[in-house]
């Protein structure tokens, strides 16, 4: 039964670089062939919604925040095949072609489609087009996308925890386990114990890491990076690589995560790791931050520096097998969840993000 209506929603709407964003009345068109509308219950807010209005990044605006959510299918497009109405999904914003050239390579993380700049696809505040974040826009009480940006998950998987697989659980566990690799006895480093860091410490320990020294400048992280599994805590500052070196029996680390998104934290984690270690750059930096590496050390060190994006993951595959996890207790997120607000409140979520206050703050509609 289509309804077929544009309707008029709620969503966090940010207007420019350094404005506070601010909860506005929104039109979003209804679905059209091969989309679908979803009703928001639960989203997160993720670091890089804040890189958006901080001016690290530089989107388009006016631009409806928000990507890691999840929500009930509420309408289908024309078309729309592999959904039914009703169903509990996660969305993806990443969602791949399948035809591309790294798709077929097995690489949907790369997909030559995604990551294009949003159309504003008719959503609309008092007339002018706005733009939606990596084409979800899930600050939202509801958006319309295309049916391959959401995952059905098991009806049992709760919506809060839902949302958390669509973005910072997808990243922290795949940059562990698709891009590291990390095998059990291995020691690991993290840096920066947000949502992401903390999703990596979970997975080094399910993967059976027997050292996960996790790292932050806030001191208050380290009692949620001891509920996640890490085995010990150290502060960021200038000791921080001889302190990691001590307990590492002077060499360094096998892995080290770095979960923030800076230069800085990059050639922190580089001189963590042992010669022939890895580091995973999962956090997202500015354009212009840029990381300094000697030439000599390069070389001499052996040590491999590689990104992971959004964990080198097929969320079609791994968003499905991260729910089972979740239902069979083996990956407990909850701990990564610290804040529980209504849309009028996540303003202040972002806020808590610039001071490194907490891990996940969780919008529920
Ligand atoms: N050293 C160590 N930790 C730091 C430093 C530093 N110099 N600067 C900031 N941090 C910590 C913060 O205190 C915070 O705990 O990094 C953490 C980042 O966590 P969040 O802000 O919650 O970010 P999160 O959503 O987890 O995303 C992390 O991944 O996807 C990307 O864009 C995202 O770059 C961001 C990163
Ligand atoms: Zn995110």
Known sequence: PATSAATTISALVARGAGRPP?????VIPAPGPGQVRVAIRAAGVCHSDLSMIDGTLAPAFPLVLGHEAAGIVTELGAGVDRLSGGERVVLNWSPACRACWHCTAGRPWFCETSGRPSAARGTTADGTPLHVTLGLGALA??????????????????????ALLGCAVLTGVGAVRNTARVAAGESVVVIGLGGVGLSAVLAAREAGAAQIIAVDVAAAKGSLASAAGATDFLLSDESLVRAIRERTD????????????????????????????????VGMGGRDDVVGLGALDVFHSGRVLRSSVYGAADPDRDVPALAEEVLAGTLDIRPLITHRLALAEA???????????GARSVVSF
């Open 22 to 26: 601010t909860v506005e009345r929104v």
């Open 141 to 162: 009480e509801e958006v319309v996308v295309s049916q391959h940006a959401v995952i059905p998950v098991p009806a049992a998987v709760p919506f809060e925890q839902a």
């Open 250 to 281: 002077g060499r360094g680390a096998d892995h080290a995560f770095e979960c923030v998104g800076r230069a800085k934290t990059i050639e922190t984690a580089w001189r963590s790791v042992r010669r022939g270690g890895g580091v995973i750059v």
């Open 347 to 357: 303003p202040s979520a972002l806020d808590r993000l610039t001071r490194g206050e």
